[in-house]
């Protein structure tokens, strides 16, 4: 499945002799090919899709995992290790930053989807032509030198614009088998900005455009953003009230002195105590 990023790079550089060439080759690809249909503009979008959309992405569910397990370490320090709570106030502030980065990753994931959902109202269909796909390896080596190798392909492609141009862009995605399937792939542009385009088989979310210019979401992306959208909130809640129990609940102990402690936790002798 590809992942759905966003086209990073486009072009409408096209005059030299390959620019040229490639653009012939577009024009005489697309000639025998019916136009795909806009349809209303700007296209109905239902609330499901759009929760699907802006939490049932890729960024959303590497955040709620994230926040999940950092609930479960806020769990333990409070709960677990309350004995040691003098000790704990660096752990939680050090989880704090780790909470930070969480919500930044859900932030950014909704942002992603806010632009698939604009661009899927108001953009505008083409047929996109695949020229090139190439493979990026990457490797990385960690602290105990193990090391972990990833694959991505950029996928190079030529489409149209109601304009009459021919531009050019460049997708990077995880896989390019959606998108190499068909001698032509269905694409969406933004006509303000027609180098802001997506590949309608990468859109976030379960999102989904067909050739007839509609709109929908697949089951599966909004199921995933309504749970995704519940346990984020769970583990938020959680969090604050485990920091919450750890700022007042034991506050007061907490800020005795140790050898104070040990004199109130010692039994109290009465007034005719020898």
Same mark, same amino acid.
């Given at each position: 499945m590809s992942k759905p990023r966003r086209i990073r790079a486009a072009s409408a550089d096209l005059e030299s002799e390959e620019g040229r060439a490639d653009r012939a080759r577009? %024009?005489?690809h697309v000639a025998g090919i019916a136009p795909p249909i806009d349809g209303q503009? #700007?296209?109905p979008l239902g609330l499901a899709a759009r929760i699907?959309? =802006? =939490?049932?992405?890729g960024a959303v569910s590497f955040a709620t995992a994230w926040l999940c397990i950092l609930t479960i370490f806020f769990g333990a320090l409070v709960f677990v290790f309350d004995d040691f709570a003098d000790d704990l106030w660096i752990p939680m502030a050090f989880l704090l930053l780790f909470v930070a980065v969480g919500i930044l990753v859900v932030v950014l994931g909704?942002?992603?989807g806010l632009k698939d959902i604009h661009l899927v109202r108001n953009g505008r269909l083409t047929w996109a032509m695949v020229t090139n796909v190439e493979q990026r390896i990457s490797t990385s080596r960690d602290s105990d030198g193990h090391t972990s190798t990833s694959i991505s392909y +950029?996928?190079?492609f030529l489409y149209g614009t109601h304009a009459g141009e021919v531009l050019r862009g460049m997708s990077n995605m995880g896989s390019a088998r959606n998108v190499t399937d068909e001698p032509h792939e269905l694409l969406l542009y933004d006509p303000a900005h027609p180098f802001e385009c997506r590949f309608a088989d990468s859109l976030a979310g379960g999102l989904r455009l067909? #050739? +007839?210019g509609r709109a929908s979401a697949t089951s599966l992306g909004t199921? =995933?953003?309504v749970v995704q959208t519940g346990l984020i909130t769970l583990a938020l809640l959680a969090i604050v009230s485990a920091y919450g129990w750890f700022l007042f609940a034991e506050k007061p102990q907490r800020q005795l002195p140790n050898f104070n402690r040990?004199?109130? %936790?010692?039994p109290h002798a009465g007034p005719g105590t020898g």
């Open positions: 577009y %024009e005489a503009l #700007p296209r699907g959309a =802006m =939490m049932g992405n909704i942002r992603q +950029d996928v190079h067909g #050739p +007839d199921a =995933m953003g040990e004199r109130l %936790e010692q």
